[in-house]
């Protein structure tokens, strides 16, 4: 059998770059609606993923403050502003276009994610940031044997398990808990959400004899329907444990990403 590859598909967007939403986006703060438009744009201020810009012709009347501040971001100069939605005021929560970005983003609004309670594609919620039209993630069965060790000690070793290929990133094993060691790890409180995969069920730590690795395993159990095949499966950050496929090893990936 060939040696597992650790090469990957990269990222094909470049900084700058804008597109139409084909989508229903809404956007709410305290139950009441922010925005709620079917004219978005992505607009890429970073390779690895868009943001929403919203024409300011579908937000809700007066929600904006502009402040004496330019940024020049990812796609160009836009103008600070503050947003007030009954009684909540965000201060620095958008940005309004300016002259120097792209001609399709002028009179759209670019909001920071946190500062608006829920976002929704169509009647969807959306966490983290927009998922990315050119992006995918497929979970797909193997009978690639895994193990994981770390400091020596190995931590799972299993016959089988699911590969989870996402444009940009390693690709990720998740083992069957029955083939995972989790008496040698220790259960901590982070929690990270994923746009294409949900929100992590749990995170695992281990200390060793040589010192302690935070965060080094984690699980969803309740996926997107995207990532359904790995319900209830443990992954291991390939950057952080010694990883073997069919027996052979698998060089750790140079910077970490995300899960």
């Known amino acids: 059998m060939a040696e597992e590859s650790v090469l990957h598909p990269g990222l094909i967007v470049p900084v700058g770059h804008v597109e139409p939403v084909p989508r229903r986006v809404r956007g709410t703060i305290g139950g009441r609606v922010v925005f709620d438009t079917r ?15 919203i024409p300011l012709g579908d937000l809700a009347e007066g929600v904006l403050t502009a402040e004496e501040r330019v940024e020049q971001r990812g796609a160009g100069p836009a103008r600070r502003h503050s947003l007030r939605v009954g009684p909540d005021v965000r201060e620095g929560a958008a940005w309004v276009w300016e002259d120097g970005a792209p001609e399709a983003l002028h009179g759209t609004v670019r909001f920071v994610w946190a500062a608006l309670d829920s976002w929704f594609e169509e009647d969807e919620p959306v966490f983290v940031h927009p998922r990315s039209p050119y992006a995918r993630v497929d979970a797909l069965r193997s009978s690639s044997g895994v193990r994981v060790e770390l400091d020596g000690v190995v931590l799972a070793d299993a016959p089988h398990c699911v590969k989870l290929f996402e444009t940009g990133l390693p690709t990720r094993y998740y083992l069957d808990r029955a083939h995972v060691d989790l008496t040698r790890l220790r259960r901590s409180d982070t929690v990270t959400r994923c746009p294409y995969k949900g929100t992590t069920s749990g995170y695992w730590a281990f200390d060793g004899d040589a010192g302690t690795h935070e965060d080094i395993a984690w699980a969803y159990d309740f996926p997107t329907v995207q990532a359904h095949p790995v319900a209830g499966m443990v992954a291991f950050f390939n950057e952080r444990v010694d990883l073997h496929v ?11 990403a995300d899960g």
């Open 246 to 256: 069919d027996g052979s090893p698998l060089p750790r990936p140079a910077v970490r």
């Open 39 to 53: 004219r978005a744009l992505y607009v890429w201020e970073r390779r690895a993923y868009p943001q929403f810009s």
